[in-house]
């Protein structure tokens, strides 16, 4: 069984308030199926390289609590671009949340 991965549209501009018509392009993370751990994992780890490109390009390293506001902000995104099903599959997967499972159910 062959998986298909959707992308998740992030725009960067819409979490940043960044005016740069470079930001407003956005960017694309693949999702697969989220109900198995390694593709779980595997979006998660997208998501992060994702937003370390972008933050990183836009804060140097000593600019701690932008750089910080920044990937949070992505990841938040990111996340919020799921749909519930997919976001509780990622927490489980990751978090092993037993409680965020049985709310799903």
């Known amino acids: 069984m062959?998986?298909?991965?959707?992308?998740?549209l992030l725009s960067?501009?819409?979490?940043?308030?960044?005016?740069?018509?470079a930001v407003a392009a956005g960017f694309r993370?693949?999702?697969?199926?989220?109900?198995?751990p390694d593709?779980?994992?595997?979006f998660h780890h997208r998501l992060m390289l994702a937003a370390e490109r972008f933050c990183g390009a836009r804060y140097s390293p000593v600019e701690l609590d932008g750089r910080a506001t920044c990937l949070?902000?992505?990841?938040?995104e990111g996340v919020e671009q799921l749909s519930e099903a997919q976001r509780q599959s990622l927490a489980?997967?990751?978090?092993?949340?037993?409680?965020?499972?049985?709310?799903?159910?």
Not at 12 to 21: H, S, Y
Not at 29 to 36: A, E, K, N, S, Y
Not at 72 to 76: C, D, G, K, L, S
Request: with cysteine; net charge positive.
């Open 39 to 42: 593709a779980a994992r595997a």
């Open 12 to 21: 960067a501009a819409a979490v940043l308030c960044l005016a740069a018509p």
């Open 92 to 105: 489980r997967a990751l978090w092993r949340a037993p409680e965020l499972a049985s709310a799903a159910g």
């Open 72 to 76: 949070a902000a992505v990841r938040r």
């Open 2 to 8: 062959r998986a298909t991965l959707t992308p998740v």
């Open 29 to 36: 993370v693949p999702v697969g199926d989220l109900t198995r």
